[in-house]
Protein backbone atom coordinates (compact mmCIF):
# COMPACT_ATOMS: atom_id res chain seq x y z
CA UNK A 1 0.00 0.00 0.00
CA UNK A 2 1.26 3.31 -1.06
CA UNK A 3 0.07 6.82 0.14
CA UNK A 4 0.22 10.41 -0.62
CA UNK A 5 -0.74 12.68 2.59
CA UNK A 6 -0.59 16.65 1.96
CA UNK A 7 -0.42 19.42 4.97
CA UNK A 8 0.25 22.46 5.80
CA UNK A 9 -2.47 24.39 3.71
CA UNK A 10 -4.41 27.09 5.51
CA UNK A 11 -5.97 30.28 5.72
CA UNK A 12 -2.98 33.54 5.05
CA UNK A 13 -3.42 36.82 3.80
CA UNK A 14 -2.17 37.99 0.53
CA UNK A 15 1.08 38.24 0.47
CA UNK A 16 1.68 35.98 3.28
CA UNK A 17 3.27 33.03 2.41
CA UNK A 18 2.97 29.12 3.20
CA UNK A 19 4.82 25.60 3.12
CA UNK A 20 2.95 22.48 1.67
CA UNK A 21 4.38 19.06 2.20
CA UNK A 22 3.79 15.96 0.57
CA UNK A 23 5.14 12.63 2.30
CA UNK A 24 4.39 9.31 0.54
CA UNK A 25 4.52 6.22 2.86
CA UNK A 26 4.15 2.61 2.31
CA UNK A 27 6.33 -0.04 0.37
CA UNK A 28 8.01 1.98 -2.22
CA UNK A 29 10.87 1.27 -4.31
CA UNK A 30 11.13 4.57 -6.44
CA UNK A 31 9.52 7.89 -6.89
CA UNK A 32 9.84 9.35 -10.22
CA UNK A 33 8.23 12.49 -11.06
CA UNK A 34 6.69 14.66 -8.50
CA UNK A 35 3.63 17.38 -9.01
CA UNK A 36 1.71 19.43 -7.25
CA UNK A 37 -2.09 20.86 -9.07
CA UNK A 38 -4.70 23.20 -7.86
CA UNK A 39 -8.36 22.59 -7.78
CA UNK A 40 -10.11 26.09 -7.34
CA UNK A 41 -14.12 25.88 -7.46
CA UNK A 42 -15.84 26.09 -11.16
CA UNK A 43 -12.39 25.90 -12.82
CA UNK A 44 -10.38 23.35 -14.12
CA UNK A 45 -7.45 21.49 -12.31
CA UNK A 46 -4.09 23.22 -12.79
CA UNK A 47 -0.60 21.62 -13.11
CA UNK A 48 1.03 24.23 -11.03
CA UNK A 49 4.96 22.78 -10.26
CA UNK A 50 6.49 19.56 -10.62
CA UNK A 51 10.02 18.22 -9.83
CA UNK A 52 11.84 14.77 -11.47
CA UNK A 53 13.70 12.47 -9.52
CA UNK A 54 16.60 13.76 -10.71
CA UNK A 55 15.54 17.87 -9.41
CA UNK A 56 14.46 19.27 -12.60
CA UNK A 57 11.79 21.54 -11.92
CA UNK A 58 8.91 23.08 -13.89
CA UNK A 59 6.26 26.12 -13.02
CA UNK A 60 3.04 26.96 -14.36
CA UNK A 61 3.56 31.01 -15.41
CA UNK A 62 1.01 32.00 -12.49
CA UNK A 63 3.14 31.19 -10.13
CA UNK A 64 6.88 31.47 -11.78
CA UNK A 65 9.12 33.22 -8.95
CA UNK A 66 6.87 33.23 -6.55
CA UNK A 67 6.64 29.19 -5.91
CA UNK A 68 9.16 27.18 -5.23
CA UNK A 69 8.74 22.49 -5.35
CA UNK A 70 11.85 20.90 -3.89
CA UNK A 71 11.83 17.50 -2.74
CA UNK A 72 14.20 15.20 0.27
CA UNK A 73 14.83 12.38 -1.44
CA UNK A 74 15.36 10.13 2.25
CA UNK A 75 12.01 11.56 3.24
CA UNK A 76 10.28 10.53 0.23
CA UNK A 77 8.87 14.23 0.99
CA UNK A 78 7.90 17.05 -1.82
CA UNK A 79 7.81 20.43 -0.82
CA UNK A 80 6.28 23.59 -2.26
CA UNK A 81 6.97 26.95 -0.58
CA UNK A 82 4.25 29.60 -1.72
CA UNK A 83 5.29 33.40 -1.15
CA UNK A 84 3.84 36.46 -2.35
CA UNK A 85 0.13 34.56 -1.96
CA UNK A 86 -2.58 36.16 -4.08
CA UNK A 87 -6.54 35.16 -3.83
CA UNK A 88 -6.33 33.59 -6.61
CA UNK A 89 -3.79 31.22 -5.34
CA UNK A 90 -7.26 30.18 -3.58
CA UNK A 91 -7.71 26.14 -4.29
CA UNK A 92 -7.10 22.36 -2.97
CA UNK A 93 -3.89 21.77 -3.46
CA UNK A 94 -3.22 18.09 -4.91
CA UNK A 95 0.08 16.61 -4.78
CA UNK A 96 0.95 13.60 -7.64
CA UNK A 97 3.22 11.18 -7.82
CA UNK A 98 4.16 8.35 -10.09
CA UNK A 99 5.74 5.64 -7.52
CA UNK A 100 7.16 1.91 -7.85
CA UNK A 101 6.07 -0.07 -5.22
CA UNK A 102 8.81 -2.91 -3.34
CA UNK A 103 6.89 -5.88 -4.89
CA UNK A 104 7.08 -3.72 -8.63
CA UNK A 105 9.66 -2.60 -10.73
CA UNK A 106 6.37 -0.47 -12.90
CA UNK A 107 5.51 2.97 -12.05
CA UNK A 108 1.81 3.76 -10.81
CA UNK A 109 -0.04 7.12 -10.58
CA UNK A 110 -0.76 7.98 -7.29
CA UNK A 111 -2.77 11.16 -5.52
CA UNK A 112 -3.22 12.44 -2.62
CA UNK A 113 -6.26 13.92 -0.67
CA UNK A 114 -5.40 17.61 -0.98
CA UNK A 115 -5.01 20.16 1.25
CA UNK A 116 -7.01 23.75 1.46
CA UNK A 117 -5.41 26.69 0.95
CA UNK A 118 -7.46 30.43 0.96
CA UNK A 119 -5.82 33.45 0.78
CA UNK A 120 -8.17 35.95 2.09
CA UNK A 121 -7.75 39.16 3.96
Known amino acids: QVQLVESGGGLVQPGGSLRLSCAAS????????IRWYRQAPGKQRELVAD???????NYSDSVKGRFTISRDNAKNTVYLQMNSLKPEDTAVYLC???????????????WGQGTQVTVSS
Open 96 to 110: NAVISRRSSYTFANY
Open 26 to 33: GSIRAIGD
Open 51 to 57: ISSGGDT
